[in-house]
């Protein structure tokens, strides 16, 4: 590595949007700017090439206002994900369910979260779960009601220390939150997140999950912001990016 590669320091980036489809689309425009482009040595699409933020937070002031990512009218750009989709993501965020080739999901680990132990059973060591019987999100809604909105304690955690050995460890790792100005507001922290087709899946389910909070809360529907040292755009949504940006001619060099 060159001195001058030694000497550049983390240029972290800041957005603000009005909603989330305002915010997928700047996000898309900043990236494309002040990405850092490199070869993925591990995880998904090892071998590739991703263009990444070194640091990005993105304040989200009205995301109800419009979910899902617009497309120009006659574009032939495909839709990152649509209403139905999100739906359908929701029942996957307020649900335990999951198949017998996950090893985990985030609704899971909201709503009915497991540890997994080991243990001796007739001379054979097993792995077996154990429920932590704790609902993340409906004690976060009772804490709420029950002992104020003064507090910085009501936060659901995704991640757990086990998962550094999992081959897909969770991208999404906190759900923060905050009651102020009389509204519910959500602190996200991502590890890693796709901009093209994660994010405005991920933010359009958890605004859906936060309208629901607010209302058992009995508070407005406040703001998201989401901060990740991860957010990035593989190879294969470059060009779409561009297209969708109108930046047709940048050029980016791997």
């Known amino acids: 590595m060159s001195e ?3 000497e550049r320091g983390l240029k972290p980036v800041y957005i603000e949007a009005l909603d989330l489809d305002d915010a997928w689309f700047r996000c898309l425009s900043e990236i494309l700017e002040h990405g850092y482009i490199y070869k ?12 990444e933020f070194d640091f990005v937070t ?14 120009p009218e006659g574009s032939s750009i495909p839709a990152p994900t649509d209403m139905n ?18 090893d985990y999901t985030y609704g899971e680990r909201l709503v ?31 804490i709420y009601k ?3 909105y003064g507090t910085n304690q009501a ?5 757990m220390p086990s998962d550094i050995k999992l081959a897909d460890p969770p991208c999404l790792r906190i ?8 509204k519910l507001h959500f602190m996200l922290y991502f590890r890693s997140w796709d901009l093209w087709g994660g994010f405005p899946s991920n933010l359009g389910g958890l605004e859906l999950v936060k309208q629901y909070m607010a209302e058992e809360i009995g508070v407005g529907n406040g703001e998201i912001i989401a901060c990740s040292k991860g957010l990035h755009l593989y190879e294969y949504a470059w060009e779409l990016a561009k297209q969708r940006t109108h930046k047709y001619d940048l050029e980016i060099k791997t």
Not at 58 to 66: E, G, L, S, Y
Not at 85 to 102: C, F, G, P, R, V
Not at 125 to 141: A, S
């Open 146 to 148: 029950t002992q104020g």
């Open 85 to 102: 989709y999100i739906k359908q993501y929701l029942s996957y965020l307020l649900t335990a369910s999951k198949t017998d080739t996950e």
């Open 4 to 6: 001058k590669k030694n």
């Open 58 to 71: 993105v304040r989200v002031k009205n995301p109800a206002h419009q979910i899902i990512p617009i497309m």
């Open 40 to 51: 993925i040595d591990r995880g998904s699409y090892a071998g590739q090439h991703r263009l």
């Open 175 to 182: 759900i923060d939150t905050r009651v102020r100005y009389g």
């Open 155 to 159: 936060v659901m955690e995704i991640g």
């Open 112 to 142: 009915d979260p497991k540890a997994k132990i080991e243990v001796d059973e007739d001379g054979k060591k097993m792995i077996k779960d154990m429920p932590l019987e704790c609902n993340q999100i409906e004690e976060v809604i009772k």
